[in-house]
């Protein structure tokens, strides 16, 4: 069966760090694309990285510097290491695999074939 599976959230003192592991299993998944999407409170749900099935990660902007994404292909699983946390970091952190692509091409902030987890939350406290 398939599924994807986020832990690792939890609450965190201003400054701390945090690693977040994601799991995707069944077939579906074996050499695709996977990805970090997050949500804060009253704000949509906005891409954090995407990391192609051989590792390769694409952050965005806002990330780089404090959050680092990593792959172990072995077992489909994803890591999320979120460093120098601030409160603007709370969000529930969504982990997504995708049902056809091994890539992150330009729409992959966007692609509907994402096949979603059902998110871990992150609370920093200040």
């Known amino acids: 069966q398939d599924q994807v599976v986020e832990s690792g959230g939890g609450l965190v003192q201003e400054g701390g760090s945090l690693r977040l592991s994601c799991t995707a299993s069944g077939s579906t998944f074996v050499n695709h694309a996977m990805a970090w999407f997050r949500q804060r409170p009253g704000k949509e749900r906005e891409p954090v990285s995407c990391t192609t099935w051989s590792g390769l990660s694409t952050l965005v902007d806002l990330t780089k510097g404090r959050f680092t994404v990593s792959r172990a292909n072995s077992n489909n699983t994803m890591f999320l290491q979120i460093s120098n946390l601030n409160p603007e970091d709370t969000a529930i952190y969504y982990c997504?695999?995708?049902?056809?692509?091994?890539?992150?091409?330009?729409?992959?902030?966007?692609?509907?074939?994402?096949?979603w987890g059902r998110g871990t939350q992150v609370t920093v406290s200040s």
């Open positions: 997504a695999a995708d049902t056809q692509s091994g890539y992150c091409s330009g729409s992959w902030r966007s692609r509907s074939t994402w096949y």
